[in-house]
């Protein structure tokens, strides 16, 4: 007998919106499908790296079976980076408004933030895109979704709400969730990760965001922006740990100008509720002090979703902190089992699983021998200014044993970004000493993550600089700063043969 789905999924607050998009990522009248045969592919979770491994091997004529246990589309659409981005794009509306006096605009005074209008913009947006991901959509392109929890019950089996499918190849794309730290007192009290913080539909006067990462930067901003006091607290003694230095010095002063205040190198002691609200005790420089908030948003890091896969039935590896045990080519050590994404790489983001879960179905299914360590992987934190990279900073290239020149060019030095008021940021270009080949670059600009492209093409296709310097860029446009770098390099190399060209030119007068 075909499964149905037992107990709804609710997504707070249940809104026309909401309800738009569980309609899609969770239909609560779906009837599972009655599986015949053995399957080519078994996809386990249905985020992005899920749903790209379903439909591809799908739509190439593969008869697959997707499983998803709660919301198709995972974190990315659901509690990700569709609700952080329209939300941050809302917190910049209100700051473009704010500081619109310096283009000359007067804007009356009295102007302040509909909170609730900006979350119910957000929640609109993301039932608006749930089409993209919904169970029906696959289902058109030829896979079997069941919804449901999964768990191998074999090598080459796996149950799902009491039905047995057999496949010749799996992929487990399972994601991570929020991590939830060991604190005293912090769960009682409770708290707000990236999965819950977006049904909030009145605005926190006080917040205190744990954790230094991109998550929890980009939403320290947006809420400050917002108008909440933001404090965020943070293990390290500098945000954004995987980033350049400057890069990470310019962030820490646009977000301490928003008004948001860092507490780094810093412990949380223990958490406990009071009359005004949640008080947390914390410890920095080897001061103690209590902060009082009224929420609590803990971004401070990722644990991989293994638990009741049944993995060790599957002769699957695997470590509850780390994830799933993958080669190169995402093989685990079930030679017929693949995985990508979050539940086991370190990139996670969006795109990172999107470009693993192509190779998982290259390889799974097309014998490819397509690997991971081959992907040049850009990346971007979406705080004001952006910050983007791609390849190594000079920190990693030096532990590599790799020689760098580094090329700088600030924004100030673009007539766009003078024009448009956006001249905080830089351009780093890494290249190889002696060479013009780009082992890496950081952006940071307001556009960053649109302009990183040109650089990550440039790496993929091994295009040093000579070759960039034969594009035009129309003028004026922010982008003109990677020309510029380009321009600089050029002047550098010229400069050593300048007396030769003088000679040349005294020559032909």
């Excluded at 796996?158 to 060991?182: E, M, N």
């Excluded at 948001?260 to 190198?265: A, G, H, N, S």
């Excluded at 223990?270 to 008080?279: F, I, N, W």
Aim: aromatic share 6%; with cysteine.
């Amino acid at each position: 007998m075909p499964d149905s789905l037992q107990a709804p999924v609710v997504v707070p607050p249940m809104d026309v919106h909401n309800q738009k998009l569980v309609a899609n990522v969770h239909p609560p009248d779906w009837v599972n499908p009655v599986p015949t045969g053995r399957y080519n592919l078994v996809v386990i979770g249905g985020g992005t790296a899920g749903l790209v491994a379903a439909g591809g091997a799908a739509l190439l004529g593969g008869k697959v079976a997707l499983i998803e246990r709660d919301l198709l589309g995972g974190d990315c659409l659901n509690a990700g980076c569709v609700p952080s981005k329209t939300l941050i794009r809302s917190a910049r509306a209100m700051a473009d408004v704010q500081g619109a006096h310096q283009f000359g605009i007067r804007v009356p005074s009295g102007s302040e933030v509909d909170f609730g209008a900006v979350m119910e913009r957000l929640r609109r947006v993301r039932a608006e895109i749930s089409p993209h991901d919904s169970a029906q959509q696959f289902k058109d392109w030829g896979a079997d979704v069941f919804l449901g929890e999964a768990r191998f019950s074999g090598p080459d089996t796996v149950i799902v709400g009491g039905t047995t499918l057999r496949f010749k190849k799996a992929v487990i794309a399972t994601g991570a969730r929020a991590s939830r730290p060991d604190i005293p007192g912090l769960k009682a009290v409770g708290f707000l990760t990236n999965e819950t913080v977006f049904s909030l539909t009145e605005r926190p006067r006080r917040l205190a965001i744990v954790g230094g990462g991109p998550i929890g930067c980009e939403l320290a901003q947006a809420f400050a922006r917002l108008g909440s006091e933001v404090v965020m607290i943070h293990k390290r003694d500098h945000l954004l740990g995987r980033e350049d230095p400057d890069a990470v010095s310019l962030i820490e002063s646009a977000l301490k100008r928003d008004g948001i205040r860092l507490v780094l190198k810093a412990e949380l002691l223990s958490v406990e509720r009071t009359p005004g609200g949640k008080c947390l005790r914390v410890t920095s420089g080897g001061q103690e002090e209590s902060l009082e908030v009224d929420e609590i948003l803990v971004a401070s890091g990722r644990t991989p979703n293994t638990e009741g896969l049944g993995l060790e039935s599957a002769n699957v590896r695997y470590d509850s902190k780390k994830g799933v045990e993958v080669n190169d080519f995402l093989q685990t050590t079930n030679p017929n089992i693949y995985a990508c994404g979050d539940i086991c790489m370190e990139w996670k983001f969006t795109h990172a699983a999107d470009a693993a879960a192509r190779i998982a179905i290259q390889n799974a299914l097309f014998l490819g021998r397509q690997k991971l360590s081959a992907l040049t992987m850009p990346w971007c934190t979406y705080t004001d200014p952006e910050v983007a990279r791609v390849g190594l900073i000079e920190s990693e290239a030096l532990e590599r044993g790799i020689a760098v020149e580094t090329l700088q060019v600030p924004l100030t030095e673009s007539d766009r970004a003078l024009a448009d008021g956006e001249t905080e940021g830089f351009l780093k270009l890494y290249l190889k000493a002696g060479t013009d080949k780009i082992v890496g670059g950081t952006l940071v600009a307001r556009h960053a993550g649109e302009m990183i492209n040109e650089i990550t093409l440039a790496m993929v296709a091994g295009l040093g600089l000579g070759k960039l310097a034969r594009v035009i860029y129309p003028y004026p446009t922010q982008a003109e700063v990677i020309r510029k770098a380009v321009g600089d390099y050029q002047l550098k190399g010229l400069q050593r043969y300048r007396p030769v060209l003088e000679q040349w030119l005294s020559w032909t007068r």
